[in-house]
């Protein structure tokens, strides 16, 4: 546990509102509307910042509100950086829900789809998630950060696992 020396701040008049009340809104006044659910959470954080400064703060207000938006502008960089995966509906779903094919493309699709998704399993298996995260639409910078490794790694197994799954659909007769 990190023991925080603490902070002389200046006590609050009687007119005067305290800490967590006067931070909360000057947090409620510069968060976006998309971080309302997360607002006690940066009223705390930014409460922490200020028990963390250690210093005499004389201008309370102004330090409260400097505080309340740099936490705030922290979190919407934070957030844009924690982006989501998502997986999108598969190859097979696409093609058996598409209705501008013809009946007899639709299940070519579904066959090949279906071969396709077979001949995953031949991809060796470091490759495996990266493949399959590919096939479902993700690009290369998107897989990299879902799988947690360098750009380079992932672009270097979807490289190699398209051709080992090219080699196992030609080898079961599926040619594009």
Known sequence: MVHCPPVAVSAPTKNEPD???L???YVRRCRPAWLAEHEEDLVQMALVRVLRAGATIEHRRAYFK???RATVLDEMRRAR???EVCMSTSVRQGATNSMDLSPETQARGVQVGDAMWAAVD???EARRPAVKL???GHGVSEIAECLGQPRKTTANQVYRGLMDLRQSLEARGVRP
């Open 19 to 21: 800490d967590r009340t």
């Open 23 to 25: 931070m909360a809104r």
């Open 66 to 68: 400097r505080t309340a």
């Open 81 to 83: 950086h924690r982006t």
């Open 122 to 124: 031949d991809v060796v």
């Open 134 to 136: 590919y096939l479902e």
